[in-house]
């Protein structure tokens, strides 16, 4: 059984930093893509950033160069490091796991950010 556990959201004030962290378990995540979506009230989910095995990466334009999303293989671990925080990031992040070869897709509970002054 998948599990995906988040933590590390929170209130910040815009221009501020939050590390989100996400602990994986029940499987050998080796073979899927890990990843950060969001959704803000109202809207619909959508990708901020995901990292393959090997450490490659994709972002969505609104958040590249201003977040960095990392794994710890050996530890199952996923992290997503926000900096320069906009009122436009306040959402609730959703660590998110697809295995390559079945594009099965798993969620977590997901982890509340606000920024606001």
């Known amino acids: 059984q998948v599990q995906l556990v988040e933590s590390g959201g929170g209130l910040v004030q815009p221009g501020g930093s939050l590390k989100l962290s996400c602990a994986a378990s029940?499987?050998?995540?080796?073979?899927?893509?890990m990843g950060w979506y969001r959704q803000a009230l109202g809207q619909q989910r959508e990708l901020v950033a995901n990292?393959?095995?090997?450490?490659?990466?994709n972002y969505a334009v609104s958040v590249e160069g201003r977040f960095t999303i990392s794994r710890d293989n050996a530890k199952n671990m996923i992290y997503l490091q926000m900096n320069s925080l906009e009122p436009e990031d306040t959402a609730v992040y959703y660590c998110?796991?697809?295995?390559?070869?079945?594009?099965?897709?798993?969620w977590g509970g997901g982890t509340p950010v606000t920024v606001s002054s």
């Open positions: 029940g499987t050998s995540f080796s073979n899927y893509i």
């Open positions: 998110h796991a697809r295995r390559v070869a079945t594009s099965m897709n798993y």
């Open positions: 990292i393959r095995y090997g450490g490659s990466t």
